[in-house]
Each structure stands twice: as C-alpha cells, then as structure tokens.
C-alpha cells in the first residue's frame, strides 16, 4: 500500500509521454482497492537503483486464452523514467512479468502499443515479440459501456 502514491505518480508519467493524461480519472483510493483490496484485479513491480531511488514500473494481469487453454498474462504499462530508458530497466521488468506468467503455468504474455511509439515496438522487436496486426482492439467505456449493460434482454 505504501507505493500506490507511487504507482499513481508512474501512470500519470506515462499518460502525460502518451498524450492521454486528460484521460487519466484514476485515484489512489481507486488504484488502492483494485491492487490490494479483497479482489485484487492487478499487480505491479516497481525497479529501483541501487539507492532505491524509482526507475519504473510494470502492471500485469492475468486473462484467458480459450485457443490455448490456458490462462495469460497482459502487461497494461511499462513506463520507465525518461533519464534510464535504454540502460535495460524495461528489459528487466518485462523479463520478471515473463518469469511471473511462466511460474503460473500462462501460456502467453501480451501487451499493445500505440503505432506512434516507435522507440517502444523497436525495443518490442528486439526481444522478439511479434506484432498481432491481423486484430483490431475495440473499448467500451463510459457511457457506451453503461447503455450496453443497462440494455432491456429485448435490446
């Protein structure tokens, strides 16, 4: 619980490298519950230095794969700060979520990325992930979200 303000300031971060922080309506209280609360819906690892000074973190979650199976893993963010990018801190994150993912018998870890960030799907490549481009991701949200769940059966 002592990171969250942590972990918030981390999103925040990377709505704002993102140009989507006026999407941003997550609060501590919010981000608390969903973490550490009863039902925990999310993880998080944070990477420090050596004088425990934060560098970044990642934001996982499992879900289901009914092709495989098997249960997945999705990475929601992996943020670094700007000052260490390239010195292998995403690396290492991304490899202790993969480690995470294997240890709990998922048989496969997933992530997007925005088509602009270019510096992102090079570093993606590099460690051989393939790009899904053959799928297109759709959202509800909102008020789009509460008209479908509030639909009469005769909709």
């Known amino acids: 619980m002592a990171d969250i303000p942590l ?7 990377l709505a704002e490298y993102e140009r989507l922080l006026d999407e941003v309506t997550m609060t501590e209280e919010r981000l ?22 934060p ?3 990642a934001l996982f979650f499992h879900n289901f794969s009914t092709f ?14 700007p000052a260490r990018r390239g010195s292998g801190v995403g690396r290492a994150l991304l490899r202790h979520v993969a480690r995470v993912a294997l240890e709990r018998g998922c048989g496969r870890l997933e992530w997007s990325v925005l088509d602009w960030n270019q510096s992102a799907i090079s570093f993606y490549m590099g460690l051989g992930a393939q790009s899904s481009s053959e799928w297109t991701g759709y959202r509800l949200h909102g008020k789009a979200l509460e008209r479908l769940a509030e639909e009469s059966e005769q909709g």
Do not use: C, T, W
Not at 68 to 81: C, W
């Open 32 to 53: 608390a519950s969903s973490l550490f609360g009863e039902r925990r819906y999310a993880e998080a690892v944070i990477a420090e230095d050596e004088d425990h000074q």
């Open 55 to 57: 560098l970044g973190f």
């Open 7 to 13: 972990i918030a300031a981390f999103i925040r971060e």
């Open 68 to 81: 495989l199976g098997l249960p997945g893993m999705y990475l929601e963010d992996l943020y670094v700060r």
